[in-house]
């Protein structure tokens, strides 16, 4: 069982920065790959970025490549989400989510666990 706690959510200008975290329960962090998903008002949950068990593989959708960074420290059993450059279309809940595998995934049913989500706010 693992528990996820994001934070790190608010409202920012579009350009500016925020810097999400996901604060996961339990000594088998490091078992587990983790991934980022938003969901915009009226619309489908969708992925985000995730990174493998061991830090050494990301990926990224289309949308954030080259602004957002995800990364992880296994010895704090934390995940980090740095978006940079945000826009208006990246205003979203942001949710964390764990899958018990090596590999990430792009795919939300591939995740067993998910936190309760984070509000991001950009204004134009």
């Known amino acids: 069982q693992v528990q996820l706690v994001e934070s790190g959510g608010g409202l920012v200008q579009a350009g500016g920065s925020l810097r999400l975290s996901c604060a996961a329960s339990g000594r088998t962090f490091s078992s587990y790959a983790m991934g980022w998903f938003r969901q915009a008002p009226g619309k489908e949950r969708e992925f985000v970025a995730a990174i493998s068990r061991s830090g050494d593989s990301t990926y990224y959708a289309d949308s954030v490549k080259g602004r957002f960074t995800i990364s992880r420290d296994n010895a704090e059993t934390t995940v980090h989400l740095m978006m940079n450059s945000l826009k208006p279309e990246d205003t979203a809940v942001y949710y964390c989510?764990?899958?018990?595998?090596?590999?990430?995934?792009?795919?939300?049913?591939?995740?067993?666990?998910w936190g309760q989500g984070t509000q991001v706010t950009v204004s134009s």
């Open positions: 989510a764990a899958r018990f595998s090596r590999r990430a995934a792009t795919i939300q049913t591939e995740y067993n666990y």
